[in-house]
């Protein structure tokens, strides 16, 4: 009975209804179609990623997150850059450009994920911030801009190092992550704690395993350590770097420094941890999981 039932449903359904399940022919030539319609308006999404460079091109998650974790609807721009702190970042000129990019009309929301930590701990001159001020301040600040341009503020906290101490990650970053949790609660920001949760992945991978997430493979003794349950102060990047691509006299000729190090991401860390944000943002911004892909 159930196998008559099927097709008499489908007889009852709306032709319209129908007619958009079967795909369009191709026109023959000279042919002209008897109806046309206007397309309904676009409802788009543009996601703007700012950070550091374990969100940049080539050495963080969030160009792996662009290409395989949201529709189509969906503009992702990675405006990740390596070296910067929230400090910095404003310096050079960065924050005028995203602040620009929010004022691009045309879409129906626009979402600024920020993620920084990583050079603000740095001790290099022009990056560091101090930890219980200027770092929550200049977050503070961003969010304030973010939503005063007309865009919604989306804040993580940073991605973790991958470095073991007797089969025991020692996440250096968790303080600042922290900080960044006082903001968002302070500020009534979405939070996606990556921090947390790839620090929880990285101590389930283990040392081993988590060394493989890196832009270059381990040598022998870095290897002999993940064994042990520990890694190694990091190799100079002149030593730890890949050679670089090989290019021609009139093809694309920018370079990577790709290097094996406990902080950075080649293709399958980058796979994993946008992966991670993609399911860390689905749970922060309910609104955005209808664009969001698994």
């Known amino acids: 009975m159930l196998k008559i ?9 709306p032709a319209a209804a129908q007619a958009q399940s079967v795909p369009a ?4 030539p ?37 290409a395989q974790h949201v529709k189509s609807s969906v503009a992702c721009l990675n405006l990740g850059r390596g070296g910067r702190s929230t400090r910095s970042y404003r310096q050079e000129g960065s924050w005028d450009i995203v602040r620009g990019e929010i004022g691009v009309k045309g879409y129906d929301a626009i979402y600024v994920l920020i993620q920084f930590g990583h050079n603000d701990q740095s001790s290099a001159s022009e990056r560091w911030t101090h930890m219980q001020s200027e770092f929550p301040e200049n977050l503070t600040r961003y969010v304030q801009e973010v939503r005063a341009a007309g865009g919604i503020p989306v804040l993580l906290t940073p991605l973790s190092r991958r470095d073991f101490k007797g089969g025991k990650l020692n996440n250096t970053l968790d303080v600042w992550a922290a900080e960044i949790r006082k903001v968002a609660a ?25 060394a493989k997430l890196a832009q270059a493979a381990p040598n022998e003794d870095e290897v ?25 006299p009139d093809g694309p000729r920018g ?20 992966k991670t944000v993609a399911n860390g943002l689905a749970r922060a911004v309910p609104a955005l999981r209808p664009q969001l892909l698994p």
């Open 255 to 274: 370079q990577i420094t790709r290097k094996f190090d406990y902080t950075h991401v080649g293709d399958a860390g980058a796979r994993v941890f946008a």
């Open 186 to 210: 302070a500020t009534k920001t979405p939070l996606v704690d990556l921090n947390a949760d790839s620090a929880a992945l990285v101590q389930t991978l283990g040392p081993v395993a988590a």
């Open 224 to 248: 002999a350590a993940a064994q042990a349950g520990t890694t190694l102060k990091p190799r100079p990047a002149a030593e730890a770097r890949l050679p670089d691509v090989p290019t021609k």
């Open 5 to 13: 039932l099927v097709p008499l449903a489908l007889l009852a359904a």
């Open 25 to 28: 022919e191709p026109r023959a």
């Open 30 to 66: 000279g042919e002209i179609p008897k109806t046309r319609t206007d397309a309904p308006p676009i409802k788009a999404i543009k996601l703007i990623l700012v950070g550091d460079s374990t969100m940049a091109p080539g050495s963080g998650w969030a160009s792996a997150f662009c």
